[in-house]
């Protein structure tokens, strides 16, 4: 990651007052979360800065998810957000313009 100028992390909310779909920029953050299993964007960002001194723009990109059960589809409801959440990450990742 550390030869990277951007990353773009995509991910699934469940939180009701966030929208359904939202991109968000994020920096450099070292905070611990107690007994988690778990290394938020930001954690993972400070990490790669402290090793290799370097830290990329950074983003998340999100889609509300509706169905967390086990299976091998989107449930409707979240699939609608695909299409949107692909054209903004599409967005992201353009070349700077000249």
């Known amino acids: 990651m550390a030869n990277y100028d951007q990353l773009v992390f995509v991910d699934a909310h469940v939180y009701s007052q966030a929208p359904d779909l939202y991109c968000k920029s994020v920096g450099p953050e070292l905070t611990q979360h107690?007994?988690?299993?778990?290394?938020?964007?930001q954690?993972?960002?400070?990490?790669?800065?402290?090793?290799?001194?370097?830290?990329?723009?950074?983003?998340?990109?999100?889609?509300?998810?509706?169905?967390?059960s086990f299976g091998r589809q989107l449930s409707l409801a979240t699939g609608t957000l695909v299409d949107a959440a692909v054209q903004q990450v599409l967005f992201l990742a353009r070349p700077p313009a000249a």
Do not use: C, N, Q, W
């Open 34 to 41: 107690g007994f988690t299993h778990y290394m938020t964007p």
């Open 43 to 68: 954690v993972l960002l400070a990490l790669l800065k402290g090793l290799s001194d370097r830290a990329p723009a950074e983003h998340i990109v999100s889609i509300r998810g509706h169905d967390f």
